[in-house]
C-alpha cells in the first residue's frame, strides 16, 4: 500500500509488520531504487498466512561493521480476545541475518525482506522465522 503526501510516497504496511523505524527506512530506500514493486510483493506473499503473527524488522550493524538484519516475532497473548496493540502481543522469536562483507545495510535487509517473500509461506526461511 502507498500513500502520497506532499509529493512523496509514504508506504503503509499495515497487516502482518509492525511499525519500526528500520521498515520505513527499507520502504524508502525500495521506493528510491525502483524496488518498491518487489518488496510489496514479498509482504504480500509474507502476509497470506499464520494471520495472528506480527512481525518487526529491524537493521543494525555487527561490532565488525557488517549489517544485521532481524525479524522478531509477536503472537497474541492467550488473554487478548482481539489483540489491537502491541501490549496484546508477547515476543517469541527473534532471527537474525548477518551479512558476510561490509554492504549497505538497507540493500542487504531488502534482499533478506524478498528473500523471506519469495515462495512464503513454502520457503525454509519463511518457515524459521514466521512459522516455527
Given at each position: 500500500?502507498?500513500?502520497?503526501?506532499?509529493?512523496k510516497p509514504q508506504i503503509a504496511f499495515q497487516a502482518k509488520f509492525l511499525h519500526s523505524e528500520s521498515l520505513k527506512q527499507l520502504a524508502d530506500y525500495a521506493v528510491e531504487h525502483n524496488k518498491f514493486e518487489k518488496l510489496n510483493q514479498a509482504r504480500k506473499n509474507i502476509d497470506s498466512s499464520f494471520l495472528?503473527?506480527?512481525l518487526r524488522l529491524d537493521i543494525s550493524k555487527s561490532q565488525d561493521g557488517f549489517?544485521?538484519?532481524s525479524f522478531t516475532r509477536f503472537q497474541p497473548k492467550k488473554t487478548?480476545?482481539?489483540?489491537y496493540e502491541l501490549e496484546d502481543y508477547v515476543q517469541t522469536k527473534?532471527?537474525?541475518f548477518e551479512a558476510s562483507r561490509k554492504m549497505n545495510p538497507l540493500k542487504f535487509?531488502?534482499?533478506k525482506f524478498i528473500k523471506l517473500g519469495n515462495g512464503a509461506p513454502h520457503n525454509n526461511m519463511y518457515k524459521n522465522i514466521v512459522k516455527d
Open positions: 500500500m502507498q500513500l502520497i503526501t506532499n509529493n495472528m503473527t506480527r549489517p544485521v538484519v487478548a480476545s482481539t489483540p527473534t532471527v537474525k535487509a531488502l534482499e
